[in-house]
């Protein structure tokens, strides 16, 4: 077990600081470097003996930081407390309490397996980023942080530790290469990638004329749209595999598991990777919402995955460093079976409600409105009324959409758990309890007000989801529900102090 004392970091985590250190020296140099034809201009100016010394100085000066940053840094458990002091020019303590943590993550990366390290870090409700990070320390002293950061050590209980609960789910090899198809992994590296992809491409237009091309090469150039066909079928072939590939090695060998050795609230673990060995926990009280996610590909293919949202967690799709406690590769009925481990005292929804047919209207006018004004544009540029011609066969086709996404949008309400539904080809369902509601709001336009609809407004701790065109009375009925599930607990607890007031105390 960790002592008081000031715990220190590995020294080979030094190798760690200073590789990320580099890495973000490149990363913010990079731009200027090569950015408006600057880096050709550089290479002419100087030589490459300039160069080395200009790469030396800026390695010996990533060095040397990361000395410092190795040096000034220690960390120690303080009762229910984590603190951690670091800094080079101005010391900073960071203390952070056990209560507050709501996901722990032990990370094995391939650089810092090599030294027998492991990264660990900690999530607290309100973060934008990671708040606590010990970049390079020992597999057992994480686990003896972890040990000594849940309640069951801390409570001075007989010691006795229970096993893990058979895995609640676990991905195949076929599961996580139809997660892979599904989701747009590989379109999040390529984003990455393009301000360098498109560097490199400047100036190659001539080096590319001078090559001595095939002639079936040529046969392609010659006939424009079988060329285009094939480039960008070898683009979506390549895309598909890139995001296998990126799929296979985040959530190689996942698996998910209850773990029971926390007396106040629930825990689960999830580990997965390949080349970097992840393990998350998620704190079940800081549970906020549960997203299961269908993308379009994934309804053809019958997968999707569940997403664990908790306090402070930012509304993204996709989450490139893997910080979201997701649950992949789920075939049809895990997912209410997952939800049922995840949330026990969940009431499912036995039927979806739809909201007001008013909203099939709304979308109707939307797209006439936005079809009308781009096709008369157009017909104002050229000055051919024909180009207005279309929306007669636009209509239609907009009345089916519009009926569509009517019937996608679902809400159900029961026993204090809500459920939304929303998507015409990908599907996303929210599951939550109404306590987790921190403020609801009910919103009515001029033209609702006529139609005696409304908007509902549930504003939880990771963002509002709104529910369009309730009908009014409806829209009301559901926010008292609500306002009363959420002071429920508060009444409670208040009651509970009058309780255990003394008797004097209440008398005066």
């Given amino acids: 077990m960790i002592s008081g004392e000031w715990q220190r970091l590995s020294p080979w985590a030094l190798v760690y600081l200073f590789l990320r250190g580099t890495v973000g020296i490149v990363r913010q140099n990079l731009p200027v ?51 951690v002091r670091k800094g080079i020019f101005e010391q900073s303590e960071l203390k952070v309490r056990s209560a507050q943590i709501q996901q722990v993550l032990v990370e094995a990366p391939w650089h810092l397996r090599l030294f027998g390290l492991v990264r660990f870090s900690v999530d607290t409700p309100g973060g934008a980023a990671t708040e606590v990070e010990l970049p390079g320390i020992r597999p057992d002293m994480a686990s003896d942080l972890r040990r000594a950061l849940e309640s069951t050590d801390r409570a001075g209980g007989s ?20 997660h892979g198809l599904a989701n747009n992994y590989a379109w999040v590296a390529l984003a990455a990638l393009m301000p360098l992809l498109h560097r490199l491409s400047q100036g190659q237009q001539e080096r590319i004329a001078a090559l001595d091309l095939p002639t079936w090469f040529d046969t392609l150039l010659e006939h424009p749209l079988l060329a285009t066909s094939i480039a960008l079928a070898a683009i979506l072939v390549a895309l598909m595999v890139a995001s296998v590939v990126i799929a296979v090695l985040r959530f190689h060998d996942f698996r998910l598991e209850r773990d029971d050795r926390s007396a106040t609230t629930p825990r689960f673990r999830q580990t997965s990777g390949w080349a970097s060995r992840r393990e998350q926990i998620l704190n079940g009280a800081r549970l906020q919402v549960v997203e299961h996610v269908q993308t379009p590909i994934g309804r053809l293919l019958g997968r999707s995955h569940l997403l664990c949202r908790q306090t402070g967690n930012v509304q993204i799709e996709q989450d490139p460093n893997g910080q979201m406690f997701l649950i992949p590769g789920l075939q049809a009925g895990s997912c209410e079976r997952l939800l049922a481990a995840l949330w026990p005292d969940r009431v499912p929804a036995e039927v979806m409600e739809q909201v007001h047919p008013h909203y099939r209207r709304i979308n109707f006018l939307r797209l006439n409105i936005m079809a009308a004004v781009l096709l008369a544009i157009a017909a104002w540029q050229t000055g051919e009324p024909r180009w207005l011609l279309p929306m007669l066969g636009l209509a239609p086709l907009f009345a089916l959409l519009a009926h569509l996404r009517w019937l996608a949008v679902g809400y159900s309400v029961r026993e204090g758990w809500l459920q ?13 309890p109404a306590a987790n509601v921190q403020r609801i709001q009910v919103r009515q336009n001029w033209f609702q007000r006529r139609r005696h609809v409304a908007d509902l407004v549930l504003t939880l701790a990771t963002g509002p989801i709104t529910v369009p065109c309730l009908p009014e009375n409806r829209a009301w009925t559901i926010c008292e529900d609500v306002l009363e599930r959420i002071e429920q607990p508060a009444l409670e607890a208040d009651v509970l102090d009058r309780i255990k007031q003394p008797a004097w105390e209440a008398g005066a």
């Fill in 159 to 178: 010691g006795h530790r229970p096993p893990l609960q058979a895995a609640l789910h676990q991905a195949s090899a076929t599961d996580l290469i139809l």
């Fill in 420 to 432: 939304i539904r929303f998507g015409l080809i990908g599907r996303r369902t929210s599951t939550f």
């Fill in 33 to 83: 470097l090569f950015g408006a034809g600057a880096g050709a201009a550089f290479l002419d100016a100087i030589g490459l003996r300039e160069i080395f010394m200009l790469v030396g100085a800026l390695l010996a000066i990533s060095l040397l930081v990361s000395l410092l940053q190795h040096r000034r840094f220690k960390f120690r458990i303080d009762g229910d407390l984590l603190l």
